[in-house]
């Protein structure tokens, strides 16, 4: 089975630092790797898809990068609505695979 | 776009049941579409994709078979059959659109509860 491995699992941060988040495949994924928020109660939304892609209507401070196992998401200025649950997710093959989480929470 | 599950509800433990995910705003017959679901208080499973009309089908379980996906394309249709229920099937159960790699639309999730 394909393991996704998300650290760190929790992060305490202030509202203007910068955040990175990474996740780690135990089989390659190419570059077929997406990031969704997800907030208390809600459904999750897509940040960005094929690793490095910014769904449209996603603000700019969130990016990411990487490729085969080894991948990042990072919020370049963190804001008070981004204190949420972040979840990698592999599309490689189906089944798809979703990292553990991490949540994000203020420092 | 809208994503509505329905179906979720109380069931034995060992029961069945299936739950369903009406879909409008976009052309869902040209789109790859899952199930994926939450546990109370854990982090998000991806449980099933189906293609376009069906052919292909990929579970999380695919060797024991609880989980059955598929669609009718006349009705907008998805719907997620779970077999065999044990108390840790007990989730919100969303239905998502899986095409390109992405999930670019999310349902509001319907809650599945399995207890005696």
């Known amino acids: 089975d394909v393991q996704m491995t998300q650290s760190p699992s929790f992060l305490s941060a202030s509202v203007g630092d910068r955040v990175t988040i990474t996740c780690r495949a135990s089989?390659?994924?190419?570059?077929?790797l997406s990031w969704y928020q997800q907030k208390p109660g809600r459904a999750p939304q897509l940040l960005i898809y094929?690793?490095?892609n910014l769904q449209s209507g996603v603000p700019s401070r969130f990016s990411g990068s990487g490729s085969g196992t080894d991948f990042t998401l990072t919020i370049s200025s963190l804001q008070p609505e981004d204190f949420a649950t972040y979840y990698c997710?592999?599309?490689?093959?189906?089944?798809?695979?979703f990292g553990q989480g991490t949540k994000v929470e203020i420092k | 776009v809208q994503l509505v599950e329905s179906g979720g509800q109380l069931v034995q433990p060992g029961g069945s049941l299936r739950i369903s995910c009406a879909a409008s705003?976009?052309?869902?017959?040209?789109?790859?579409m899952g199930w994926a679901r939450q546990a109370p208080g854990k982090g998000l499973e991806w449980v099933a994709n189906?293609?376009?009309?069906?052919?292909?089908?990929f579970s999380v379980d695919s060797d024991k078979g609880r989980f059955i996906i598929s669609r009718d394309n006349a009705q907008n249709s998805l719907y997620l059959q779970i077999n065999s229920l044990r108390a840790e099937d007990t989730a919100v159960y969303y239905c998502?659109?899986?095409?390109?790699?992405?999930?670019?639309?999310w349902g509001q999730g319907t809650l599945v509860t399995v207890s005696s």
């Open positions: 998502a659109s899986a095409l390109d790699f992405r999930s670019e639309f």
């Open positions: 189906i293609n376009q009309d069906g052919s292909e089908k």
């Open positions: 094929d690793a490095s």
């Open positions: 705003g976009f052309s869902f017959r040209n789109y790859w």
């Open positions: 089989h390659t994924t190419d570059r077929r």
């Open positions: 997710q592999r599309t490689y093959s189906a089944p798809w695979t």
